[in-house]
């Protein structure tokens, strides 16, 4: 598609719950991104996927979230058993290749736990 | 601990006028420095971005001042407009590697 499709654009979930969220890149990217966005905290790196390397899971804050990229194209990020302190904007980027400028960042979606 | 530190978290200007953002950072292997433009329910978009071989570059009224041997860089918006209203995020990286954001300022240009 002509940019990056994240869906849903919200989602409240309880307490408890898991969660998948769900990323499509730009056709073509063979870099993906995860970061989370919470209040005053700026965007924080959870995980990325290049081409068919192992990702770089460094960033997963434990270990109730994870991800995968089926086919070097979509992305899910699972959160298992949300906690309160979940609730953030999750934002997937792509970008052509690790060496190019610049991330095209999706809109973005919105994680109430409750 | 936060890579790059950005100041203000937020700046309120009038039309016309130059709101200056402000960014730190420590590590010195960082070569690539972009900064991302978010409005409300998008995500960040690249606004402009330069490398530690210049010390300015400028895009229409966007410009980034760099200094090296300080490790800071900022961000100055000329004739400031309502639409730039928005939420400006500074970045960091070794080209090709992970960005590390600076935690925002929200912008806001008074008509």
């Known amino acids: 598609g002509a940019g990056v499709s994240q869906s849903p654009s919200n989602k409240v979930t309880e307490k408890g719950k898991d969660v998948e969220l769900r990323c499509d890149p730009i056709s073509g990217h063979t870099a993906l991104y995860w970061y989370r966005q919470s209040l005053g905290q700026g965007l924080e790196f959870l995980i990325y996927f290049q081409g068919n390397s192992a990702p770089d899971k460094s960033g997963l804050p434990s270990d109730r979230f994870s991800a995968e990229r089926t086919g070097g194209s979509v992305s899910t990020l699972t959160i298992q058993r949300t906690q309160q302190e979940d609730s953030a904007v999750y934002l997937c980027?792509?970008?052509?290749?690790?060496?190019?400028?610049?991330?095209?960042f999706g809109s973005g979606t919105r994680l109430t736990v409750v | 601990q936060q890579q790059v530190k950005q100041s203000p978290q937020s700046l309120i200007v009038q039309k016309g006028g130059i709101p200056i953002i402000n960014c730190a950072y420590e590590?010195?292997?960082?070569?690539?420095f972009p900064w991302y433009q978010q409005f409300p329910g998008k995500g960040p978009a690249l606004l402009i971005a330069i490398r530690p071989d210049v010390s300015e570059k400028k895009e229409g009224r966007f410009t980034i001042s760099f200094n090296k041997s300080a490790k800071q860089f900022s961000l100055h918006i000329m004739d400031s407009q309502p639409g730039d209203s928005a939420t400006y995020f500074c970045a960091a990286s070794i080209l090709g590697n992970n960005l590390f954001f600076g935690t925002g300022t929200r912008l806001t240009v008074i008509p």
């Open positions: 980027a792509s970008i052509k290749d690790r060496a190019g400028n610049g991330y095209t």
């Open positions: 590590n010195t292997a960082f070569d690539y």
